[in-house]
């Protein structure tokens, strides 16, 4: 059964450790995050973007395949289906479609409508008991073609919004999506910090996790960052294997053409990558 991410994070904050939040585009994404979650024992959150909730055919299916999938396999530590970066409509689509969590990403808004909209949200996940993230402080990323630098969030912003209620906060501190540009700046521990002496015990959430140096990770946990974002990390890995078996023929070979041989190599690349996160962030044996 789906769970709320809130305990799971609540733990974690408390034992200086993170929670990975993979996100998932497809069956075999979605298999083997729930797989290594299991084999690791480890707590798990399933990133759901709404362009990838729009490719998978609705979020009526993602919650139909995630159930099923949590019964037939067997899984049994804490997991959590959250809507990643969602707008207000898109929360509301999840709420209704049987996610457990969701973020609502009013980042962009002036922080009044944010609050006003988030407030809202907040009423109707605590009804259900399910978990809510918030943002402050725009991520940045790669948008049409200009790669933005990562935006930090005011920490008295990111009070007036954890005071709403929400289960965990994301605050810009530098982080960006996607691949990180060679001259980037690095996290800013000072606004992380600030954030947390505003925010005490909330839990805090590192977005674009994919590529931020291993002391980096550590040291944004030690300051209360208690889920870590990971998309783009689980999308190169698979790339990398799928291409490797094509470039070396074994689609040509036997039967290497049957879809469930052509995606294995893919698969098993983000299994190994899911595990290697867990580790890094410390969540094997938490479950
Ligand atoms: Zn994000």
Sequence with gaps: MLVSAKEMLNKAREGKYAVGQFNINNLEWTKAILLTAQEQNSPVILGVSEGAGKYMCGYKTVVGMVNGMLEELGITVPVALHLDHGSYDGAKACIEAGFSSVMFDGSHYPIEENIEKTKELVAECEKLGLSIEAEVGSIGGEEDGVIGAGECADPDE???IADLGVT???AGIGNIHGKYPENWAGL???TLAAVKEKVGDMPLV???GTGIPEDMIKKAI???VAKI???TECQLAFQEATRKYIEEGKD???KGFDPRKLLAPGFEAIKETVKEKMELFGSIGKA
């Design 206 to 208: 590192l977005h674009g």
């Design 222 to 224: 030690s300051l209360g």
């Design 229 to 231: 974002n990971v998309n």
């Design 188 to 190: 800013s521990f000072e």
């Design 252 to 254: 040509q070979q036997g």
């Design 158 to 160: 990111c009070k007036a």
């Design 168 to 170: 965990m906060l994301a």
